[in-house]
Every structure is written in C-alpha cells, then in structure tokens.
T-cell receptor
Framework: KQEVTQIPAALSVPEGENLVLNCSFTDSAIYNLQWFRQDPGKGLTSLLLIQSSQREQTSGRLNASLDKSSGRSTLYIAASQPGDSATYLC???????????FGGGTRLMVKP | AAGVIQSPRHLIKEKRETATLKCYPI?????VYWYQQGPGQDPQFLISFYEKMQSDKGSIPDRFSAQQFSDYHSELNMSSLELGDSALYFCASASTGNEETNEKLFFGSGTQLSVL
C-alpha cells in the first residue's frame, strides 16, 4: 500500500526566503505526482503535475522535482510571499486513475 | 474560467439521516472524482466515474452511493449518517482525452457536512 509522507509538517519563514518542501513515497511505481495548495476550509488547487517519466516541472516561482527511484519529490518556492501561506499537499497516482494518495501536507506561513 | 461547482457548501444533518451532495464538473470534463477529508486528515479517495460509468472505487462505505448523470454532473448519496461522516467532501473533475491537461485534477470548494 502506498504511503506518502511530507516533511516538515509546518514551516514558518520570513517573506522573501526561498524554501523547499519535501515529499516521500514508499511505492516508486507511480504514474504521476501532483502538488496541491489548500487554503483553510477551501478546495485544492493543482499547482504542478509531474509524470513518472519527467524529472521536474516549473510554474512561475514554483519548481517541483521528482526522483522516482528514491521515492522523493520536492517543491521549491522562490522568493516566498505572504500570499503563499497555505497547506501544500503532495499526492501520488499509482494506476493512472487519479485515485490519489495524499501526504499529510505542510502548513506554510510566510510572515511579512 | 468555469470551475467545479459543488452544492451545498454547508450541510448539517442528524445521525441516521440521509444527505445528497451535488457536483457539476468543468464543461467538457468527462471524469468525476469524490474525495472525503476528515478534520485534520488528508483527502481520501471515495469513488470516480468516467462517461457516466463507475470507474474506480476507494474507501467508500456501503451506506454511500454515487452516480454520474447524462449531463456529467454527479451526486453522492449518503444514508444512515454517522458522526464519523462529518467531513469536507470534495468533488474533482478531469478531462481524460485532452493531452495538455490530461489527468490534472480540478477540485471544487467542497461541501462541509456536519453530522450532529
């Protein structure tokens, strides 16, 4: 059974810092991996999707990398802003059916 | 751009009652997914539909059922509600035939169900 772990569980940084969120998964036979953002009481917004054959994806200040063999992904946020404060969730799809297994999330707070 | 619409936003029920949650996917999306997120928990996959047929089933209790209609909207029916059913229920949609956005999920804002 796939298990997804995210470290750290919570992170507080001053505005402007570059930061890295970590995600690890136990079963490396994945189809794709997605990073989501969730604001309190709200839905999930897909940030980046990395197919199993890809190494990284970039969108604006966000860069996600994938090392399938070691079961790891990182989300890099450059020049963090207070508006980036949210919970970031990593999710893995093992069978191309979008039956995602989510990590516990990292709660990020960026202080002005 | 149109997003996934869920109704109602909030729902309060008592134990043993029934509830129906509705989901309207993004236009031209053919696949709908239901997820349950308990308080302080990560989302858990319940069930999905592709072209009005059930495609995958996750940890959905037998007390719950769902279907996708001809207009692609979906409904999650929950019976004999229990206190533990209190959660945020998300619907997501995807277009499985579009290479650019294939499999990327778009989530609705969720329905917050409280069972008293």
């Amino acid at each position: 059974k796939q298990e997804v772990t995210q470290i750290p569980a919570a992170l507080s940084v001053p505005e402007g810092e570059n930061l890295v969120l970590n995600c690890s998964f136990t079963d490396s036979a994945i189809y794709n991996l997605q990073w989501f953002r969730q604001d309190p009481g709200k839905g999930l917004t897909s940030l980046l999707l990395i197919q199993s054959s890809q190494r990284e994806q970039t969108s604006g200040r966000l860069n996600a990398s994938l090392d399938k063999s070691s079961g790891r992904s990182t989300l890099y946020i450059a020049a963090s802003q207070p508006g980036d404060s949210a919970t970031y969730l990593c999710a893995v799809d093992n069978n191309a059916g979008n039956m995602l297994t989510f990590g516990g999330g990292t709660r990020l707070m960026v202080k002005p | 751009a149109a997003g996934v619409i869920q109704s109602p936003r909030h729902l309060i029920k008592e134990k043993r009652e029934t509830a129906t949650l509705k989901c309207y996917p993004i236009p031209r999306h053919d696949t709908v997914y239901w997820y349950q997120q308990g308080p302080g928990q990560d989302p858990q996959f319940l069930i999905s539909f592709y072209e009005k047929m059930q495609s995958d089933k996750g940890s959905i209790p037998d007390r719950f059922s769902a279907q996708q209609f001809s207009d692609y909207h979906s409904e999650l029916n929950m019976s004999s509600l229990e206190l533990g059913d209190s959660a945020l229920y998300f619907c997501a949609s995807a277009s499985t035939g579009n290479e650019e956005t294939n499999e990327k999920l778009f989530f609705g804002s969720g329905t917050q169900l409280s069972v008293l």
